[in-house]
């Protein structure tokens, strides 16, 4: 007995002698499962936004690896595709016609249910009753013929009273939406709502987050009177654009409004009451705060403390059947197709913007998603994520950060290695059971990456310590500037950190002109290759004349000269970067033309001044870059390039810093947010390599700048006419004449300096 109490006592001095030797790593260790189990504890808004696009990547995996697959027939799509457009023309459609759809419907294909993903906001006023109404009191006043006429007629007019009278006696679900965004006082309120499912009363002063709307777009009063009920269908996209959950309730005006889908299964139970249900299932535990699940008979709809629920997602687009909606209107299915079945009426056409991002796939419909949350209060395979999961993600998370904070100095990295598999494997395995035998989301990524943190923070502890100076100076610059540079800082990395200071540069902005319309014309994969093809070669340019890329805002170039590296030439590497960016692009746009793509036309920004660098940002997120006037005009002077039909803008004090570079003064100007005037210019090329016409032309040019500035408008406009006739693409010439018009017709007054102000960026 007591050489076993020996043998333990000398493995437990062991074991802290170990620990006493690896604190620093069981300290880092400690701090990063710390940092985990808070964040646990914080609400799903104040997540770490990293871990929050982990889960629900970890969510999305799970989903796919366990949606039941097939189409489901129950649930049928009334789709307003492409071929209906086609067929029956724009929506809106008249709402006789979309009537008769309803008519046909239920009497010939005997459907059970209707539900529309559409919100019928707006009077129906194509049958041009309200024409013939304004002769009946205008032209044809008095025209008894022309009234007895009309009045014989205006049943037949009156689209909404039709379209409505279709509706009545039928179960028939309308839908609308809520403006959860505006705040109050400014929302659009249209329409009517129906009548809500709760009132504060009903939860027994339980404080609930239930999304708050301030505003809302619904049906016309004849029509929502017509239906047996509506729901609203606001998805609830996540930080990542998926939609994941729908808000089952959305609060107004102190009432619970239900989904379309909580409203269509409360149809399919004939009406029966909706209750919120609690953790004691009474109610009466007022030290919870959100509901468990919503009670409708014996069947059951998890929500989250939002009353938000995951949407039981079946499978990709058409796991439900689509039939065309003019497939119905012009009678080609059979009669026994749709009976018995529930059919949403909604979209799949891109140009009706009912597209939404699902776990599985973009473009997906979003009736379709209402189509999965019906069938999963049929089938009752909701996944939910109760409160309690909270505590089982803190105890997860406090279990493996100290099995492996104080196992993981204690091994070999083989060995350790080997571990931290095991824990993954053990840590998926377990998670993926739950979800599949009980329908819980056990959070998984933050477990998975706090086992690897924990693991890289113990294996490179001594890498990172012993060589940390020159490799963060490459990783704090490496993404900025090339490598040549950064090679060339690191022999004194001491000299360069990322505090902000004060600096006179460099700053250039680019953008493509028109780019809208070239994305609009192109696929997303010739879109991508075609950004690529352009923006790497721009970097190059950039780079070689060692400029710091400060970011790429999609086809924008943000870039500086002047910093980390001192850089006394930097207005003049700046300026010499533009100019063959410029030349550059005249060659790729012969690729291009090759591969079928539209030409470009670059925008270019450049100005010099006193501006602030260094790594800004928050405590989430932050980036080396530059702030301050000087950066802001350098941007207007990119936006108004194309007012001047010109490539490269550059401000006069980059012009003066630069001198072997011949300019065209364009104009003296205010850009919006300047109160002082600043004089642009476009740099021509290098001295050497312009050319005698160009330089030509530049003299008549400044002589008809000069007349105009003297007002000498008749002198001023031969010159530009004439300037005209011999480049007549250049832009510019026809800004000037169209100037000297307005001018003539309205003479500026006698201290004008002229100078043009520009109210726009």
């Not at 027994?204 to 239906?227: C, H, M, T, V, W």
């Not at 629920?309 to 990709?316: A, K, M, N, T, V």
């Not at 019906?374 to 950060?401: C, M, R, Y």
């Not at 590497?573 to 060659?587: P, Q, R, S, T, Y």
């Amino acid at each position: 007995m007591s050489d076993s109490k020996n043998m333990v006592h000398k493995a437990l001095s062991r074991f802290i002698h170990q620990v006493k030797r690896h604190w620093p790593r069981i300290a880092i260790s400690a701090l990063i499962t710390i940092f985990f189990l808070h964040n646990a504890t914080l609400s799903p808004w104040d997540k770490w936004h990293f871990i929050k696009q982990l889960e629900n990547a970890a969510y999305d995996v799970r989903l796919r690896m366990t949606m039941p697959g097939g189409q489901d027939d129950r649930i049928v799509i009334i789709d307003i595709d492409e071929k209906s457009l086609a067929e029956e023309g724009r929506w809106p459609w008249p709402r006789t016609r979309v009537a008769h759809l309803v008519d046909l419907l239920f009497d010939k294909y005997n459907i059970a249910l209707l539900g529309m993903d559409v919100v019928w906001a707006e009077p129906d006023e194509s049958s041009g009753l309200g024409t013939l109404e304004s002769l009946a009191t205008e032209q044809l006043a008095g025209n008894e013929e022309y009234l007895s006429v009309l009045e014989a007629l205006r049943p037949s007019l009156m689209n909404d009273d039709i379209f409505a009278q279709s509706l009545r006696n039928r179960p028939v679900v309308l839908g609308y939406y809520f403006d959860t965004e505006t705040s109050a006082g400014s929302a659009n309120i249209s329409g009517v709502l129906p009548q809500p499912v709760f009132t504060n009363a009903d939860f027994k002063g339980r404080p609930l987050n239930i999304f708050e709307a301030s505003g809302y777009g619904a049906n016309l009063p004849a029509i929502q009177d017509a239906a047996v009920d509506a729901g609203h269908f606001n998805p609830d996209p996540d930080i990542d654009g998926i939609v994941r959950k729908v808000p089952m309730l959305i609060l107004h005006e102190d009432k619970y409004y239900a989904s379309l889908s909580l409203a269509i299964a409360r149809q399919l139970m004939e009406g029966t009451e909706i209750k919120p249900v609690f953790v004691d299932n009474t109610g009466n535990d007022d030290n919870y705060r959100g509901m468990e699940w919503l009670q409708i008979g014996n069947y059951q709809i998890p929500v989250d403390e939002y009353a938000r629920s995951l949407i039981p997602y079946r499978g990709p687009k058409e796991s439900f059947l689509y039939i065309s909606a003019s497939d119905v209107l012009n009678d080609k299915l059979p009669a026994e197709q749709l009976a018995g079945s529930i059919a949403l009426l909604g979209t799949s056409a891109p140009g009706l913007l009912d597209l939404r991002s699902a776990p599985m796939q973009t473009n997906y419909p979003g009736v379709e998603i209402h189509a999965n949350l019906v069938a999963g209060f049929i089938d009752q395979n909701f996944k939910h994520s109760p409160e309690w999961v909270t505590g089982a993600e803190i105890v997860l998370l406090l279990i493996t950060g100290l099995t492996l904070g104080l196992l993981l100095p204690l091994m070999s990295p083989l060995i350790a290695s080997i571990f931290t598999l095991a824990i993954l494997a053990a840590s998926t395995l377990l998670n993926i059971y739950v979800w599949q035998s009980t329908h819980v989301v056990l959070p998984l990524a933050s477990s998975l990456l706090l086992v690897v943190l924990l693991y890289v923070a113990n294996m490179s502890y001594g890498y990172f310590i012993e060589s940390r100076g020159k490799r963060q100076l490459a990783g704090l610059f490496g993404q900025y500037i090339p490598p040549e540079i950064v090679t060339e800082m690191s022999s004194a990395p001491a000299h360069f950190s990322l505090k902000g200071e004060s600096r006179n540069m460099t700053v250039f902005f680019s953008d493509v002109r028109d780019f809208t319309s070239i994305s609009e014309s192109l696929d997303p994969s010739d879109l991508q290759d075609l950004m690529n093809e352009l923006l790497t070669p721009v970097t190059r340019t950039i780079h070689h004349h060692r400029g710091t890329i400060d970011k790429y805002m999609g086809d924008a170039v943000m870039a500086f000269w002047g910093a980390p590296l001192n850089d006394p030439d930097h207005a003049r590497h700046a300026v010499h970067a533009g100019l063959d960016i410029i030349v550059m692009l005249k060659e790729l746009r012969k690729e291009f033309q090759a591969k079928g793509w539209p030409p470009l036309r670059l925008g270019i920004g450049i100005h010099t001044g006193v501006m602030h660098v260094g790594d800004m940002g928050s405590e989430f997120r932050k980036a080396y870059t530059v702030m301050g006037d000087a950066v802001n005009l350098g941007s207007r002077l990119e936006g108004i390039t194309k007012q001047y039909g010109v490539q490269i803008i550059v401000s006069e004090t980059t012009k003066s810093a630069v001198s072997d570079v011949v300019y065209r003064e364009l104009d003296e100007v205010r850009v919006k947010g300047k109160d002082k005037p600043v004089k642009i210019f476009e740099p021509l090329g290098i001295k050497d390599e312009v050319s005698s016409e160009v330089k030509s032309e530049l003299k008549l040019y400044e002589q008809g700048r000069k007349y105009y500035r003297e007002q000498q408008w008749d002198l001023a406009e031969l010159q530009f006419l004439n300037l005209q006739k011999q480049s007549p693409m250049t832009k510019l010439y026809s800004v000037y004449l169209d100037r000297i018009q307005y001018f003539r017709e309205t003479p500026p007054d006698e201290n004008w300096d002229g100078v043009f102000t520009y109210k726009t960026k």
